[in-house]
């Protein structure tokens, strides 16, 4: 009974998977449009033309590894604190 439940699930799993798959494949093959930038509407400049100016300064994510690891240790440390502690400590 077990194996047989097991076996449908696997199928059903697979066929959610597939699905979900080829969805977002569809999704991606799509065009882009010519639809207007949305952080630009409600800007209105002199001649009507309106730019936005990308600053890329090629920075790694050091910072972002950084609070993670700070954040895990916490996460961790707290692990550890003995459970007989009270709350006056």
């Known amino acids: 009974m077990m194996s047989i439940m097991y076996q449908m699930f696997r199928k059903s799993l697979l066929v959610l998977c597939a699905t979900c798959l080829l969805s977002v494949e569809a999704n991606a093959q799509e065009e882009a449009s010519d639809r207007p930038d949305a952080r630009l509407e409600g ?4 001649n009507g033309q309106v730019t936005v100016i990308q600053i890329d300064k090629g920075g790694g994510h050091a910072a972002t590894w950084f ?5 895990g240790v916490i996460g961790l440390g707290v692990m550890f604190k003995p459970g007989k502690r009270s709350h006056l400590d």
């Open 67 to 71: 609070i993670l690891a700070g954040l």
């Open 43 to 46: 800007y209105a400049s002199g």
